[in-house]
């Protein structure tokens, strides 16, 4: 068996006007056709792949990711566990719009902790890897995104 590929990310969401509004016009994805499910959500073109919304009523809590790291030691890290990475071709551009639609970002290259260590070995391992800090904020429901620009990949 081989797997040639990635579909599409499933990600919860508590409103179905606020994620429209979130993944449709602040994203700028293209709605993707939805079977007629018994239940609410979205389909959202990324690329070749999808996101796909579902909203639930009751939305999971977020939790904190326990690390073991080299040394032995255990620490609690949020926002480096589940999420969906997605790649764009201006992400100064996004951030830029981001910005202007009042998003947050939990990481990006002018917040780093120079006094973390675990932020300072993530950099190192972003920038081997993409030349670059990634992106990261939270949808309006809680779910990680971490956006890289086409040339990281």
Not at 135 to 149: I, M
């Amino acid at each position: 068996m081989t797997i040639v590929g990635l579909h599409h990310v499933t990600l919860l969401v508590g409103d179905v006007d606020k994620a429209a509004w979130f993944y449709g016009e602040v994203l700028e994805m293209a709605p993707n056709p939805r079977p007629e499910f018994d239940f609410p959500g979205l389909f959202y073109r990324c690329g070749e792949q999808q996101i796909h919304l579902i909203v639930t009523p009751h939305l999971p809590p977020a939790g904190d990711l326990t690390l073991r790291f080299s040394d032995g030691s255990t620490g609690s890290r949020r926002y480096v566990h589940r999420h969906a990475a997605l790649v764009v071709h201006d992400l100064p551009a996004l951030k830029r719009r981001l910005q202007a639609n009042g998003v947050e970002f939990l990481i990006d290259a002018d917040s780093v902790n120079a006094d973390d260590a675990l932020a300072q070995n993530l950099v190192a391992g972003w920038m081997r890897m993409y030349h670059q800090v990634p992106l990261f904020l939270l949808d309006p429901f809680g779910n990680l995104l971490e956006f890289l620009p086409v040339r990281a990949i």
